[in-house]
C-alpha cells in the first residue's frame, strides 16, 4: 500500500511565512514601545549567549513516509547580537522508479551563511530572521535505462555520475520560537540560485542533494525546513525569560 503524506505548498508556506512575520513584527513593537533611542550596543553584546542546535522534520516526515526518499538534516546556529552565524548538514538518497528506467543516487550536502535578526527587544529571544547562505553538495548518481523494441529486441543501459560536486546560493528567511525552556521550534524559507555543477560526462544531473530537481531551463528554485531544536546557553544569565 503506498504511503502518503500531505506538504503544504510552495505558496501556501511563502503565505504562511509572511504572515507570522508581520505578527511577530507587530507584537515586538508593542513590546518595545517603551524603549528608547538611549539604548546602545556594546562590543559585550556581541559574546554569543547560546547555541541552537536542532533536525529537520520534514525530511525525517518524508524518509517515514515516501519509499523514493531517505534523508536527515542537522541545524545549529550561535548568536552574536542581532547576527547569527549558521550551519546546516545533511544527507540525501532518492530511488525513483520509471516507466523503462530507474534513478537513484546518493550524497551530502553543506550550508553556510548569516542570518539578521528583527526581534533584537524580544524578552524570550525569539528570532524573525532574513539572511544568506553557501550551499555545497557531493553526490553520485545512476540511471538504468530498460529498451524494448519489437524489431532490434531488448537492450538495456547505464549512465553514472561519480563524485559529483554542486554549489549555489541562497537567499533565506524564517522565524524561531522558544516553545518551553529550551525546547524551540522554526521553519526557513529558502530562495536557492546560481547552481554550478562539476563536469557531468555521463548525464545531466537529475537531482542534486540539499538543492533538488535539476532543470536546465530554471535558474532559481524554492525550499523548505521546519525545525525542532534545543538552545544550549553559554553565559550562566542571558537574559532569557522563562
Request: aromatic share 16%.
Amino acid at each position: 500500500m503506498k504511503k502518503y503524506v500531505f506538504l503544504p505548498t510552495p505558496s501556501t508556506l511563502r503565505s504562511f511565512l509572511i504572515n507570522i512575520s508581520l505578527l511577530l513584527l507587530i507584537s515586538n513593537a508593542c513590546l518595545c514601545q517603551e524603549a528608547t533611542e538611549k539604548d546602545s550596543v556594546t562590543l559585550k553584546d556581541f559574546i554569543p549567549t547560546g547555541v541552537r542546535l536542532g533536525t529537520d522534520v520534514l525530511a525525517l516526515i518524508k524518509t517515514g513516509y515516501e519509499d523514493r526518499f531517505s534523508g536527515w538534516e542537522v541545524n545549529a546556529d550561535v548568536d552574536f547580537h542581532r547576527y547569527f552565524l549558521a550551519i546546516d548538514f545533511g544527507n540525501w538518497q532518492r530511488s525513483i522508479p520509471y516507466d523503462q528506467g530507474h534513478y537513484s543516487n546518493d550524497g551530502t550536502y553543506y550550508r553556510i551563511g548569516a542570518d539578521m535578526n528583527f526581534l533584537t527587544k524580544d524578552p524570550y529571544k525569539n528570532v524573525l530572521f532574513f539572511g544568506v547562505r553557501y550551499a555545497r553538495s557531493s553526490f553520485s548518481e545512476e540511471f538504468q535505462a530498460f529498451i524494448t523494441d519489437p524489431v532490434w529486441g531488448d537492450a538495456d543501459a547505464t549512465y553514472t555520475n561519480q563524485d559529483v560536486t554542486a554549489r549555489w546560493f541562497e537567499l533565506t528567511g524564517g522565524l524561531k520560537v522558544k516553545i518551553w525552556k529550551f525546547l524551540w521550534l522554526g521553519y526557513t524559507a529558502r530562495f536557492k540560485f546560481a547552481l554550478a555543477t562539476s563536469d557531468t560526462p555521463g548525464m545531466l544531473p537529475h537531482d542534486i542533494p540539499g538543492y533538488g530537481t535539476y532543470d536546465i531551463d530554471k535558474v532559481a528554485t524554492w525550499g523548505f525546513n521546519y525545525q525542532v531544536l534545543i538552545r544550549l546557553p553559554l553565559r550562566g544569565k542571558d537574559g532569557d525569560a522563562d
